[in-house]
């Protein structure tokens, strides 16, 4: 990978990475993408028979996988709560930028979205707790810290000011 983005449920991952594969002419990967694509199940259906345990491990072998490819990749938000998924962000080459983003941000952005097992039932205190328990995982990993609370332009002109 040439970049790797992480940050909580809500931070525009998905969305900043395409947005950086157009400007870059690189590849992008979602890795919750490459979880449904290798599962052939849903997020919420590896959830429903696997738990979050089995969708952690499915996601550290996709992340492992897909780290010497090339282009961006747009990591799930839980993915550096695992430490062998922390210490292959840490090893690997490409920056890794953390979208930093507020909780109220965050729960307005996925409060509706039924596709997201974690989230689904949380409310903003809760989502607000999930994001300051992970948060100094989020910060181990990162080379970069983008304010992800404005527009995906700025955020990707920050991102590309700091790597071009």
Do not use: W
């Amino acid at each position: 990978m040439d970049l790797i983005l992480i940050g909580f449920m809500g931070s525009g991952k998905s969305t900043i990475s395409q947005l950086l594969g157009q400007r870059l002419a690189l590849p992008v990967t979602d890795l919750d993408q490459v979880i449904v694509d290798t599962a052939a199940q849903s997020i919420e259906q590896i959830f429903a028979e696997q738990g979050e345990v089995g969708f952690r491990q499915l996601e550290a072998q996709a992340l492992a996988q897909q780290l010497d490819r090339p282009g961006i990749l747009a990591t799930g938000g839980g993915v550096p709560t695992q430490a062998p998924n922390r210490e292959l962000l840490k090893r690997h080459p490409a920056p890794v930028v953390l979208l930093e983003i507020d909780p109220e941000t965050a729960y307005d952005r996925v409060k509706a979205d039924e596709h997201r097992p974690i989230a689904k039932n949380l409310d903003l205190a809760e989502l607000a707790a999930l994001k300051l328990e992970r948060q100094a995982h989020y910060q181990n990993c990162a080379d970069l810290i983008i304010n992800a609370n404005q527009t995906p332009t700025a955020i990707v002109a920050e991102i590309l000011a700091h790597y071009h």
